[in-house]
């Protein structure tokens, strides 16, 4: 009898492991991993990331005491204000959309530019600020904000150079402005504006 249960007993292993599926390419993509994880300084709430292996982050925020749990798609970078009563993250481009830029060769000046959303932890109110290129809080104050925020290229100039090609030929070399190539044009490139913003009265001071 003991004989039979064994037997019965190794069937329906061999049975169950036969009919387990295949872990395959696509199974491994979605597992997520569990990163940067935050506590804030008053303990009332945890942060971390979920990571797939291909795809967007999903900020996690998870409120200790009422235990709600929120959740914001697409965050790089995210931390507490030292005080406990805010959140930020850094929302960049849909993974899917990067890659078609990727895959058409885009310029990376070209890019959507990444926001910054300011969460206020207790009504969970989302404020956007956008074209941010990156972003720090003070060690020791949790009402300040400085980060520096991006300006949008200015549109080119119609080129009109080539309605009269005689007049161009005519033209001295000397009459022509000076070129805005090199480090002017790279300056006018990278221009960027330094603001320092207070989380709590909304008040914001800018330096170019």
Known sequence: MKH???LAGLFCSI???SQKKAISID???KWKRIESTRISTNGNYVMYKL???VGNKTLVLHNIKIEKIDTLKRVSTADFAFNGHYALATVVTDHEQVRQLKFKKEKKENYPKDSLYLIDLKTFNLQFLDLVKSWK???TNGDWLAYLREEPL????PDTSANDSTEILQEKEEDFPASSSGAEAKKDKDTRTLVIYNLKTK???EYV
């Open 203 to 205: 008040e914001s001071f």
């Open 4 to 6: 039979l249960l064994l």
């Open 15 to 17: 049975s169950l492991f």
């Open 27 to 29: 199974d491994f993509n």
């Open 137 to 139: 809080t003070p060690e």
């Open 154 to 157: 200015p549109e080119p100039e």
């Open 51 to 53: 990571s797939p292996e």
